[in-house]
């Protein structure tokens, strides 16, 4: 693993998800085969392959410092192309840094990770407010998630996390995207953990190759998307866990 310090030029940025994204670092140590961000790498003068290498923004607290006095109030999502609890977190701790700001100037936050590493900051989300923690989960089945996830923490300690988050009255919710074979086993997982679910299909084709090299082509056709989309949908219903759609 490559790490970088880098310094950047700002930290708030507009988004379509929230009114604004921070992203502490640039790069992802999960690495996952289909993950959106991937793109980044063209803008980055590394070599190395997505999942090899980090860049940590050391001076992102400081810039959220100065920008929150600046910029209009609005949700905060954390973030959109980086994890901001991978391992590297641990170590420099930004995400933290950067969630006391938002914190202390009462700006609305909404957090989405893989990682246990976020209940760290337990002591900062239980005072925090209007906050939200989610996590990303698409498939029930530890072998699928090792296959297109490979640096990503397990299922069960995600779903675990979750528990902790949502027993300490934390608002918490999970992405279920792309949805990958046997999510239809989450639903059950996920009882009295969550507030709300968000499903999602394949959008993007950097894990075509994983498809094709484990069989799965089937599951990244609309077809596919439709009917576990639909059969979710209604196991959630029967456990009165609102979700919706976003396809």
Known sequence: MNTTEIQAKSILSKSRVCEWTINP????????SYCYARFMKRFTRHKESWGEFV???INAPALMTQEVKKK????????GVCDPYQPVEKEYELTRRCLAVLQKNG???????????????????????????????????????SIFEPGAPCIEERINALEVLHREDIRTYVMIAPML????????KLEGKVDYVLMDKMNYHYADWVYRKYGLQGARKNEFFDQKGGE???????????CQLLF
């Open 107 to 145: 700006w609305p936050v909404t957090i989405q990770t893989k990682s246990p590493l976020v209940l760290r900051d337990l002591d900062l989300l239980k005072d925090f407010g209007r906050i939200e923690v989610g996590f990303s989960i698409g498939t029930g089945n530890e072998e699928l998630r």
């Open 181 to 188: 074979p046997n999510a239809e086993s989450l639903p059950s």
């Open 72 to 79: 209009e109030v609005g949700r905060v999502w954390i973030s």
């Open 232 to 242: 979710l949908a209604h196991l959630f219903e029967i456990r009165k866990i609102p």
């Open 55 to 57: 860049d940590a923004k």
């Open 25 to 32: 670092y640039r790069g992802c140590q999960h690495g996952c």
